[in-house]
């Protein structure tokens, strides 16, 4: 039998909180979706959520959740033009970064941390979206964040001319990439979460954003029950 082709290399350590609770102690949730599709209001209202239960919340973004993620994130969206492999190298070195300075160390000592856009995105926007493939973004990305998944990934889910529109502010380099790139990466990500149901939910981002949360804690409770 021919090996699947969408699995991971043997020799990418893949690492989840689920399968190695020892390591791990906290929970690592990743919110993804179109542009404009509400994530950060999400991750907004599940931080407030959980830190009124006591736990220790880590609320951070790709790309930009560090200082030297925040000038990546100046470079990508609104410096000169990039190749697409560009472009991708410098979302893995913001999250490679992120993973190893943020992310681990934050769900090593138990906290919940709350990402908007984790490499999803990569797989989605460089592998889909400007062709790239998508197994070798996932494997770039892998490699960069050292095999580490999260638990839970959040797609909220919405037609993109929806999401575009409901922003404000000039377009960066990603918001102007074209209604065919969104329609494809659109597809890319719910193709994505339908290969992985243990590990996705997806939801519809037209809902009023506290249906949309009330969902996301549905989710999350058999992940919180019993913790500190
Ligand atoms: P944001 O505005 O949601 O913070 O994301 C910035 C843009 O970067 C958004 O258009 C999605 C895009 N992006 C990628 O293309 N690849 C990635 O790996 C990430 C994290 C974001």
Same mark, same amino acid.
């Given at each position: 039998m021919s090996p699947d082709p969408r699995a991971v !290399? +043997?020799?990418?350590?893949?690492?989840?909180?689920? @399968?190695? +609770?020892?390591?791990?102690?906290?929970?690592?949730?990743?919110? @993804? &979706? =179109?542009d404009g599709v509400g994530k950060s209001t999400q991750v907004? *209202?599940?931080?407030?959520?959980?830190?009124?239960?006591?736990?220790?919340?880590?609320? /951070?973004?790709?790309? =930009? &959740? /560090? !200082?030297?993620g925040l000038e990546l994130r100046q470079a990508i969206l609104h410096g000169e033009d990039l190749d697409p492999r560009t472009e991708a190298l410098l979302y893995a070195a913001d $999250?490679?970064?992120?993973?190893?300075?943020?992310? $681990?160390?934050?769900?090593?000592r138990g906290a919940v941390v709350l990402t908007d856009r984790y490499l999803d995105s990569s797989v989605a926007y460089q592998g889909t979206g400007r062709g790239l493939g998508a197994d070798?973004? @996932?494997?770039?990305?892998?490699? +960069?964040?050292?095999?580490?998944?999260?638990?839970?990934?959040?797609? *909220?889910? #919405?037609?993109?001319?929806? =999401? #575009?529109?409901? *922003? /404000?502010?000039?377009?960066?380099?990603?918001e102007s990439a074209g209604a065919d790139f969104h329609r494809r990466t659109r597809e890319a990500f719910l193709a994505r979460a339908a290969q992985d149901p243990g590990r996705w939910l997806v939801l519809d981002? +037209?809902? !009023?954003?506290?249906?949309?949360?009330?969902?996301? $804690?549905? $989710? #999350?409770? !058999?992940f919180l029950a019993g913790a500190a």
């Amino acid at each position: 039998m021919s090996p699947d082709p969408r699995a991971v !290399p +043997a020799d990418v350590p893949r690492e989840r909180g689920r @399968e190695h +609770a020892g390591d791990l102690a906290g929970l690592f949730v990743s919110f @993804e &979706g =179109g542009d404009g599709v509400g994530k950060s209001t999400q991750v907004s *209202l599940l931080g407030h959520h959980l830190a009124a239960l006591g736990r220790e919340v880590v609320v /951070t973004r790709e790309p =930009g &959740g /560090t !200082p030297l993620g925040l000038e990546l994130r100046q470079a990508i969206l609104h410096g000169e033009d990039l190749d697409p492999r560009t472009e991708a190298l410098l979302y893995a070195a913001d $999250r490679a970064h992120h993973v190893a300075t943020l992310v $681990r160390p934050a769900l090593e000592r138990g906290a919940v941390v709350l990402t908007d856009r984790y490499l999803d995105s990569s797989v989605a926007y460089q592998g889909t979206g400007r062709g790239l493939g998508a197994d070798e973004v @996932e494997r770039l990305s892998l490699w +960069a964040a050292r095999g580490l998944l999260p638990h839970v990934t959040v797609l *909220l889910d #919405l037609d993109p001319a929806v =999401g #575009l529109a409901r *922003l /404000t502010g000039d377009p960066d380099r990603l918001e102007s990439a074209g209604a065919d790139f969104h329609r494809r990466t659109r597809e890319a990500f719910l193709a994505r979460a339908a290969q992985d149901p243990g590990r996705w939910l997806v939801l519809d981002a +037209a809902q !009023p954003a506290e249906v949309v949360a009330a969902q996301v $804690r549905e $989710r #999350l409770a !058999p992940f919180l029950a019993g913790a500190a």
